[in-house]
C-alpha cells in the first residue's frame, strides 16, 4: 500500500448513515481483500505469514478498521454500531482475521488503557498501530484453569524484577516482540494478593521460546522459558502484588468484545461453506436432500442467529455499562460449544475425504472448511479465556447467584 493510498484513507471520515457506512464497507472489501489469500496463506511459511499478517493490518489500519474499538485519540473512535456493521461485512466478504495482532490490539491495549501508566500507553499503543506484536504470558504447567497457583516468580533487584519460571499455551509467542506476564512477587501472601503484571521484551537475555507441535500440524502454541530475566520496575502494570485484579482486564477482553467479530465470521463464511458442501452432488446424490441434514443444517442456523445477536447485544450493552457478571461467560461458552458441533457435523458431511485434508490456510478463522482439522482445533476453544468448566462456574455463581460449591484447593 503506498503512502498516498495510506493517506487517503486514513483522513476519509466514516460515513455517518449505517447503510452508508456497509457501502462504504463493501467497497473497501471488493478492492482490497485479496482474493487469492486462502490459496497463498495454505502452507505459507512462518515468514511469509507474518509479512501477509503485518501488510493485511496495515490495510486495515489505513482504512481506519483495524482497532475501531479503541478510543479516538489513539486511532479508534468507532461508534458501536458502526463496528457491529464492519464486522458483519469483513466475515460477509471472508477477510483474513488479524491472527497476530489480536493480543496486542485486544488484550494489550485493554489492560494498558485500563491500567497502565501515561509512558506505558504513550511506548506502545502507537508501537501496536506499527506492528508491534503481544503475547500473553499467563498459563502454566501446573496453573492453566488454576491461574492462581502460578510459580514464575520475580524478585526486586534494585531497579528490575528478576523473573524466573516458565509459561505454556502461548500463542504465537515464536513472533511476539512483547508479554503480558504474570509472575509470584511475593510468595509469602495468600495466592491472588501476591501475584504482579510485567510487560516484558521478548527480546531480553535469558529468554527460550519453544513452539509446540499440535495436532493438526500446526504450531500456534509456545512454551516460553525465562531465566533470570530483568524487567525494569517501570514495565510493571498496576500497583506491586495487584497483578490478579489487572489480569481481569486482560480476560475481561478476550471473554467479551472479540466475540462479536468471530460469532460473525462462524455465522457468514464458516456456515455457507457447510451449506456447499451439504449441495454438491456425491455418489449418493446431495447430502442437502437428505431430511436429516437438513434438519441439523436449519438447527445450527437458529443457533448461530441467536449466538450473533447475543454478541450484538453484548456489545451495545457495553456502551450504556449494563453488562452482567456473566453475560461475557455466556456468549464464551456458547461460541466455543457451537464451534465444536459445527465442525463436527462438517466433518462428518465430509466423510473419508475430510481426513485427507493435511494443511489449512493461515490468516484464517477457527471455521476453514478443512473441517476435520477444523474440528479437531475446535477443542481449543473451550480451554483459553477460562474453560467450558469455569464458564458454567461463573454463570452460575455470578450470573444466577447460587452458592460456591466447596471444593479442595479453592482460594
Known amino acids: 500500500m503506498t503512502r498516498t493510498e495510506t493517506e487517503h484513507h486514513a483522513t476519509t471520515p466514516w460515513p455517518e448513515d449505517l447503510d452508508e457506512f456497509r457501502e462504504h464497507v463493501r467497497r473497501w472489501c471488493g478492492q482490497y481483500i485479496p482474493a487469492d489469500w486462502r490459496q497463498t496463506q495454505t502452507g505459507a511459511s512462518d515468514t511469509e505469514f507474518e509479512r501477509f499478517q503485518q501488510d493485511w493490518f496495515q490495510r486495515l489500519r489505513a482504512a481506519g478498521f483495524a482497532v475501531p474499538h479503541w478510543p479516538a485519540e489513539f486511532g479508534g473512535g468507532m461508534p458501536v454500531s458502526h463496528q457491529i456493521v464492519l464486522y458483519q461485512e469483513l466475515a460477509a466478504h471472508d477477510a483474513p482475521?488479524?491472527?497476530?495482532?489480536?493480543?496486542?490490539?485486544?488484550?494489550?491495549?485493554?489492560?494498558?488503557?485500563?491500567?497502565?501508566?501515561?509512558?506505558?500507553?504513550?511506548?506502545?499503543?502507537?508501537?501496536?498501530?506499527?506492528?508491534?506484536?503481544?503475547?500473553?504470558?499467563?498459563?502454566?504447567?501446573?496453573?492453566?484453569?488454576?491461574?492462581?497457583?502460578?510459580?514464575?516468580?520475580?524478585?526486586?533487584?534494585?531497579?528490575?524484577?528478576?523473573?524466573?519460571?516458565?509459561?505454556?499455551?502461548?500463542?504465537?509467542?515464536?513472533?511476539?516482540h512483547w508479554c503480558l506476564l504474570l509472575a509470584r512477587s511475593d510468595p509469602s501472601a495468600p495466592a491472588r494478593q501476591g501475584i504482579s503484571y510485567f510487560l516484558v521484551d521478548m527480546a531480553s537475555p535469558g529468554i527460550e521460546v519453544r513452539p509446540i507441535r499440535q495436532a493438526t500440524g500446526e504450531s500456534h502454541f509456545c512454551e516460553i522459558f525465562l531465566d533470570r530475566v530483568r524487567v525494569?520496575?517501570?514495565?510493571?502494570?498496576?500497583?506491586?502484588?495487584?497483578?490478579?485484579?489487572?489480569?481481569?482486564?486482560?480476560?475481561?477482553?478476550?471473554?467479551?468484545?472479540?466475540m462479536l467479530e468471530l460469532a460473525e465470521r462462524l455465522g457468514n463464511a464458516g456456515f455457507r461453506w457447510l451449506v456447499a458442501d451439504a449441495a454438491r452432488r456425491g455418489p449418493g446424490g446431495r447430502a442437502l436432500d437428505d431430511p436429516v441434514v437438513a434438519d441439523r443444517l436449519a438447527a445450527l442456523e437458529i443457533e448461530l442467529t441467536g449466538l450473533r445477536a447475543m454478541?450484538?447485544?453484548?456489545?451495545?450493552?457495553?456502551?450504556?455499562?449494563?453488562?452482567?457478571?456473566?453475560?461475557?461467560?455466556?456468549?464464551?461458552?456458547?461460541?466455543?460449544?457451537?464451534?465444536?458441533?459445527?465442525?463436527?457435523?462438517?466433518?462428518?458431511?465430509?466423510?473419508?475425504?475430510?481426513?485427507?485434508?493435511?494443511?489449512?490456510?493461515?490468516?484464517?478463522?477457527?471455521?476453514?472448511?478443512?473441517?476435520?482439522?477444523?474440528?479437531?482445533?475446535?477443542?481449543?476453544?473451550?480451554?483459553?479465556?477460562?474453560?467450558?468448566?469455569?464458564?458454567?462456574?461463573?454463570?452460575?455463581?455470578?450470573?444466577?447467584?447460587?452458592?460456591?460449591?466447596?471444593?479442595?484447593?479453592?482460594?
Open 97 to 176: 482475521r488479524l491472527v497476530l495482532a489480536f493480543v496486542a490490539i485486544h488484550h494489550a491495549a485493554a489492560t494498558l488503557l485500563a491500567a497502565g501508566t501515561d509512558e506505558q500507553r504513550a511506548r506502545h499503543l502507537p508501537a501496536i498501530l506499527d506492528g508491534e506484536i503481544w503475547v500473553q504470558g499467563f498459563s502454566e504447567p501446573d496453573a492453566g484453569s488454576d491461574l492462581a497457583a502460578l510459580r514464575t516468580t520475580a524478585a526486586r533487584d534494585g531497579d528490575d524484577w528478576v523473573i524466573t519460571g516458565q509459561k505454556v499455551w502461548a500463542s504465537g509467542a515464536q513472533y511476539a
Open 232 to 258: 525494569p520496575a517501570s514495565a510493571m502494570v498496576g500497583a506491586e502484588n495487584a497483578g490478579w485484579q489487572v489480569a481481569q482486564r486482560t480476560l475481561g477482553a478476550e471473554r467479551g468484545l472479540t
Open 311 to 411: 454478541c450484538r447485544d453484548l456489545v451495545l450493552r457495553h456502551e450504556t455499562n449494563t453488562v452482567g457478571p456473566a453475560d461475557a461467560s455466556i456468549v464464551k461458552l456458547y461460541y466455543s460449544e457451537l464451534l465444536q458441533r459445527m465442525t463436527d457435523f462438517g466433518a462428518e458431511l465430509g466423510g473419508v475425504g475430510a481426513h485427507t485434508v493435511v494443511r489449512k490456510p493461515m490468516s484464517g478463522g477457527w471455521e476453514s472448511g478443512a473441517w476435520v482439522l477444523d474440528f479437531v482445533g475446535s477443542w481449543e476453544w473451550t480451554i483459553p479465556g477460562g474453560t467450558s468448566e469455569i464458564q458454567r462456574t461463573i454463570i452460575a455463581e455470578r450470573g444466577l447467584g447460587l452458592p460456591r460449591e466447596p471444593a479442595a484447593g479453592r482460594r
